[in-house]
């Protein structure tokens, strides 16, 4: 039996000896092609930035009642939609010097669109990856994206922050409003009765 098994051996070995050139030279040209095809074709990188987003009620519960919800699960799709949007990645183009001779803006708007990706990892992390060729510019434009991002996901916080804050302003000044005319109503009693209220007071001590 292992004479056999051997003999088999022996017999597959001779083979691909003979046919040695056959099998070698698919391997020698696909790596041949792979080495000519990586030195021609631009490099791309790929690097990610990630932003905890956590509700204010987990941090301090006595603040759950004025606490505003992300709702990043319900407000993800809405939020990559506007990442992507025009105005946004013109906005990322122009802060970043990215349209010149080479691109203009539409170009630029669509290259920028197909390289950025937003995700949502577990419940309250969010992940913004981009794929680009020139490594010196991927952190400004991370930064420029992130810096967007984070200002549509307060959008609805600082909403009700403004609106709150101008109800207590109103509140403020409708009760200042009073405390003054409380206060003329006060002073011009006080010098109407300037000769009665000693003597009042003085029999109100006796009393």
Do not use: C
């Not at 794929?131 to 916080?157: G, H, N, V």
């Not at 922050?161 to 003329?184: D, G, P, T």
Request: charged fraction near 20%; aromatic fraction near 8%; proline fraction near 2%.
């Amino acid at each position: 039996m292992g004479t056999i098994i051997w003999g088999n051996v022996y017999i597959l070995v001779e083979i691909a000896w003979r046919r040695r050139y056959a099998i070698l030279w698919p391997f020698m040209i696909i790596l041949v092609l792979t080495t000519v095809f990586g030195m021609f074709t631009s490099k791309v990188y790929r690097s990610h930035t990630s932003i905890l987003v956590q509700e204010s009620a987990l941090l301090n519960p006595f603040l759950e009642d004025l606490s505003v919800s992300f709702n990043l699960e319900d407000r993800m799709v809405a939020l990559q939609v506007l990442v992507h949007s025009r105005h946004i990645l013109l906005q990322v183009a122009q802060n970043n010097k990215l349209i010149d001779e080479q691109y203009d803006a539409e170009q630029m708007i669509k290259l920028l669109s197909s390289s950025i990706s937003l995700n949502l990892s577990g419940n309250d992390l969010v992940k913004i990856a981009l794929t680009w060729d020139d490594p010196e510019q991927m952190k400004d434009i991370l930064i420029s994206i992130r810096e967007l991002f984070i200002q549509q996901l307060l959008a609805p916080s600082r909403a009700s922050i403004v609106s709150s804050e101008q109800f207590l302003l109103a509140q403020l000044k409708i009760r200042r409003e009073l405390l003054e005319n409380s206060e003329a109503k006060m002073a011009e009693f006080r010098r109407k009765h300037q000769g009665i209220l000693p003597e009042l007071f003085i029999e109100n001590n006796k009393q």
